[in-house]
């Protein structure tokens, strides 16, 4: 990781249009205390392919400007630094809590060394906050879902303002989740924390703790043994190949499509079997470590024929799905999320390849053996709904041929090399889980101990862009192109 | 336009026989809790109550029959850090996934557990050939909702043995529960199950809902369902697999046994 660049409060919006000027893009802003009484503020931005992120320190004795207005998808970080921190942003476009739920209100907030230890937020009655409507207020409806909604579906709120079937606009609380899992991780002992990564977000598991894994070892110079750098790459599009595959089943939910959805939930089974066959774990949980693996893994002699079954049984499912007009009618048009929309909300992973932008950070910045594994990044530019299903598609081949390539290639040797953590080091470390860029920024205390973990998460960077997609649409497709984002409520709670 | 049903046909049966009759549950190589044996515990080694992340191994004050250390698999969250700590195999990885009971201290290991004893009459009787479960998510990290939404794939087919998920608490007869109840899910939750007629009952799945898990002593989160709502069945496990919850589902409409006593397998 490149060493923070330090940057006073008043050169923030300078070197925020820079970076926008010379073609790179915003990441996130977290904060953390690098002393009790201190706040430090770090952005975090990619510069180009191949070239370091960039991260500037920013230790500011008063407010800063909200950098919203140059680059929007700071917003909700920002408004997460003011919830946990309690630190302001001048000129924050949307002032209100997002994290914590409106009504929380701590004596302290939950990061401050003031905050009571062991005391849990209390909540009674918490409203969503709307936005004024003008005009024909007798013919907008109002339709508040959840947070606890139909079906077995993750937690969450959300109210439709609509005409008939016209939705005018979508006000989302996505934070009943909220578990304060990044506090979690302070005082943890590193080697214990890979537990807690891998529990942030169930289905983002791998992408999760080998982020948070890649950090830590980036803090602390540790070389990952090749051995365990292909085998991280076989777990990640293990867990790549199931999570896309549930994809198709649940889109075929919504529209209807009855076998399709049972053949696309089948699919998802036996990809989870054979992760359970590998590792144990349906959900590849236990097998990550500082350093490299927990223990080896055998995947040759039999994984590569089981891979080769789900290649050809998706190929034919992709093919019909592809020629099913009914299934084509409610995805092609649906939800367009434009380019210039995408980029500048932050969307990320196959919603932002589905909307034309081509950024992949296995290619774009190899991690584990990416860099030894050549691969086509997916890409569409329509931006609806049928395109981001279409980048998954291509994506469910071509993590699979990277599988066989891995089988092919896997060197012998030690799967794990020891982590020496060193005190007061920090680092990055990140991983393009299905849903999109991951990140992980840790930082140890004078102890070597955990003294802030900031996880950016996909989901989080999604929900964000999502609305943009729904407002101006109707309330018929809304169920279809929220599964066609194919997004988690857990990873972006936390 | 192509033929789906004929090649949903084609595919042939994809369910399992199981558990109605002997077939494959699915879970072949699937790591469930880790064993306990006390007789070959070390004097003075504490090596994986020091390692476990959520305090489900902790050392007790004076030693008893059990051995030096209180096991208690409603805290497990089934990382199997302590089967590699432990230098003598007194904590090994098993398959030990059914691990659903109707009284939490069944949850927690002791000697001699007495074996199961055969059900008689209870309420949820009138109920065992057609359940309806609402579902709710109390801040889960989402895997326990991935193995519960893949219930109705149709490798198991829940909807074969008279189970089914309902939208409205309204129409529930138990409420299935996930995650550790954030602050912010406790009155969503409590409503929930005020909205039940009754009888109603309540299963917490995943050890977040049963004891908090790891996202416990935080300031977002309790410890799981306890002191919120009351409970009838646990099933720790992180997630428990399909085939796990299955088995607690029929467990608890006297379908199945209960496998674990003593937070060890007995049946």
């Not at chain 1, 002699?301 to 799905?321: H, I, V």
């Not at chain 2, 469930?32 to 992340?53: F, I, K, N, T």
Request: net charge neutral; proline share 8%.
């Amino acid at each position: 990781m490149q060493k923070p660049k330090k940057i006073a409060p008043g050169q923030l919006e300078g070197a925020a249009n820079r970076l926008l000027n010379r073609g790179g893009r915003m990441q996130m802003v977290y904060a953390w205390r690098p002393e009790p009484e201190q706040i430090e503020l770090r952005y975090v931005a990619h510069e180009k392919p191949r070239k370091p992120f960039s991260v500037w320190a920013c230790r500011p004795s008063k407010p800063v400007p909200s950098l919203a207005r140059i680059w929007p998808l700071l917003s909700w970080y920002e408004r997460e630094v003011t919830d946990l921190f309690g630190f302001p942003f001048q000129d924050q476009p949307q002032p209100e809590p997002l994290v914590l739920l409106a009504g929380a209100e701590p004596a302290a907030p939950p990061f401050d060394p003031t905050y009571p230890a062991g005391v849990e937020l209390s909540v009674s009655a918490s409203k969503m906050s709307l936005p004024e409507i003008a005009g024909a207020e007798a013919a907008v409806q109002l339709l508040p879902f959840g947070p606890v909604r139909a079906d077995v579906l993750e937690s969450a709120e959300f109210l439709f303002v609509y005409i008939g079937e016209a939705i005018l606009h979508l006000s989302t609380r996505l934070f009943f989740k909220h578990r304060g899992m990044e506090k979690r991780f302070e005082g943890t002992s590193p080697g214990q924390a890979v537990i807690l990564a891998e529990r942030v977000s169930g289905v983002g598991t791998i992408a999760h703790a080998l982020a948070y894994c890649q950090a830590v070892e980036a803090a602390s110079n540790c070389v990952v043994p090749p051995r365990a750098r292909f085998l991280r790459v076989l777990l990640a599009e293990l867990e790549r190949l199931y999570n896309h595959l549930h994809y198709f089943g649940h889109l075929c939910h919504t529209t209807t499509l009855k076998v399709g959805e049972a053949e696309g939930k089948l699919l998802e089974e036996r990809a989870k079997q054979l992760n359970g066959r590998l590792t144990g774990s349906r959900l590849l949980r236990g097998v990550l470590a500082l350093g490299g693996l927990r223990r080896d893994l055998s995947p040759q002699g039999w994984l590569s024929a089981e891979l080769d079954k789900l290649r050809e049984a998706f190929a034919g499912y992709a093919a019909r799905l592809e020629e099913t007009d009914s299934y084509l009618d409610r995805l092609i048009t649906t939800g367009p999320l434009e380019r210039e929309v995408a980029f500048e909300q932050g969307a990320t992973g196959p919603i932002e390849r589905g909307s034309g932008i081509d950024r992949d950070l296995r290619r774009d910045h190899p991690y584990a053996a990416y860099a030894d594994l050549p691969f086509k990044v997916a890409l569409r530019d329509a931006g609806d709904a049928h395109a981001r299903a279409q980048v998954r598609m291509d994506e469910v081949q071509s993590s699979i041929a990277l599988m066989q390539q891995v089988i092919d290639r896997l060197p012998d040797g030690p799967i794990r090399e020891p982590c020496e953590i060193v005190p007061r080091s920090e680092g990055l470390g990140w991983s393009e889980s299905p849903r999109g860029t991951l990140f992980y920024a840790v930082h140890f205390d004078a102890d070597a101990n955990l003294a802030r973990v900031k996880i950016k998460s996909p989901s989080f960077s999604n929900w964000r862009a999502f609305p943009f997609t729904v407002h101006q649409t109707n309330m018929m497709d809304y169920a279809i192109n929220e599964a066609s984002f194919g997004l988690t409520v857990a990873g972006c709670a936390r | 336009m192509p033929l789906w049903t004929l090649f949903g046909l084609l595919e042939g049966r994809q369910t399992t026989p199981w558990p109605l009759a002997k077939g494959n549950n699915g879970q072949s190589g699937v790591i469930g809790m880790p064993r306990y044996h006390p007789d070959l515990c070390c004097e003075g080694c504490e090596a994986c109550a020091e390692v476990c992340p959520t305090g489900a191994i902790t050392l007790r004050p004076g030693a008893g029959e059990g051995g030096r250390f209180d096991v208690d698999y409603g805290r497990c969250v089934v990382c199997q850090l302590c089967t590699e700590a432990c230098p003598t195999d007194a904590m090994t990885p098993s398959s030990d996934w059914a691990f659903g009971v109707s009284n939490r201290a069944d949850l927690v290991w002791r000697a001699h557990p007495e074996r199961a004893k055969a059900a008689q009459g209870t309420a949820q009787r009138p109920f065992r050939r057609s359940l309806h479960i609402r579902h709710v998510d109390s801040g889960s990290c989402n895997g326990c909702e991935s193995e519960l939404q893949a219930l109705n794939n149709p490798f198991y087919n829940l909807h074969r043995l008279g189970i089914f998920f309902t939208a409205s608490p309204r129409f529930a007869d138990l409420l299935l529960v996930t995650g550790p109840v954030t602050y912010a899910m406790r009155e969503p939750l409590r409503a929930t199950y005020e909205a039940m007629p009754e009888p109603r009952w309540v299963m917490a799945i995943g050890t977040c809902a049963v004891s908090g898990g790891v996202a416990e002593n935080g300031y977002a989160c309790g410890h799981g369902l306890e002191g919120v709502i009351p409970v009838d069945v646990y099933l720790p496990g992180c997630p428990p697999n399909p085939a796990a919850i299955i088995e607690a589902l029929l467990m608890f409409l006297e379908r199945a046994p209960q496998r674990v006593r003593g937070g060890q397998v007995v049946d």
